[in-house]
Each structure stands twice: as structure tokens, then as C-alpha cells.
């Protein structure tokens, strides 16, 4: 199993960013993905998930009506597109597969992780 995540940087306070997660080596629709991030001095915190055909979506209140999160099935990809970026959205975020239920939106259900992309929002 592979997850390649890309897209962060350095954007203003305000600004967009899409993140992407190319994941290969399992059949990419039978799973939920999920986006989670981790800042400087903080625990890793989850940010959204989408189930695998169906699609539905779940969001981190922090982040609710600003973020997106999708996938394309057919190019075993999830993107997180990130709008109205706020200084404390700044840290590293890690695209993650759904492997073990305790929820899906607790960290331990995610056996699989990306390296993290970093995005900075500056103020």
C-alpha cells in the first residue's frame, strides 16, 4: 500500500489549497480514505473522511463549510480542497485508508498513512 500526498505550501490567511492522495497497491474503491493533520506541539486530529462507493462525506467541525473533501475512483484518488484558510489550519496533513472500525473518524481505524504534506497559512 502506497498514499502520495501533495499540494501543501504556503498560502495567506484567506487563500485555497487542494491537497491530493494518490494511493495505489489495494482496490481503492472498497475503502474509506480520510485526511487527517497534525500541528506543531499538537496530537493528530482528524479532518474528513469519504466511504469508498458511496461517497458520503464527514467533516471536523473546525473545518465544516470550508473544506471538501473527494475522491476520484478511477484514478485511486481522494483531494481535500481547502477554502477561507485560517492561520490555524497551518500543519501537516496526512491522507489516510480506513483498515479497522472504531469509527471513522477516530485514528485508530486508519492502518494506512501517507508522509504528509505541509501547508502554512501565513496571517
Known amino acids: 500500500v502506497q498514499l502520495q500526498a501533495s499540494g501543501g505550501g504556503l498560502v495567506q490567511s484567506g487563500g485555497s489549497l487542494r491537497l491530493s492522495c494518490a494511493a495505489s497497491g489495494f482496490i481503492f474503491h472498497n475503502y474509506a480514505m480520510a485526511w487527517f493533520r497534525q500541528a506543531p506541539g499538537k496530537e493528530r486530529e482528524f479532518v474528513a473522511h469519504?466511504?469508498?462507493?458511496?461517497?458520503?462525506?464527514n467533516y471536523a467541525n473546525s473545518v465544516k463549510g470550508r473544506f471538501t473533501i473527494s475522491r476520484d475512483n478511477a484514478k485511486n484518488t481522494v483531494y481535500l480542497q481547502m477554502n477561507m484558510l485560517k492561520p490555524e489550519d497551518t500543519a501537516v496533513y496526512y491522507c489516510?485508508?480506513?483498515?479497522?472500525?472504531?469509527?471513522?473518524?477516530?485514528?485508530?481505524?486508519?492502518?494506512?498513512w501517507g508522509h504528509g504534506t505541509l501547508v502554512t497559512v501565513s496571517s
Open positions: 469519504i466511504r469508498g462507493v458511496i461517497g458520503t462525506t
Open positions: 489516510a485508508r480506513h483498515t479497522i472500525n472504531y469509527g471513522l473518524d477516530d485514528l485508530r481505524s486508519y492502518g494506512d
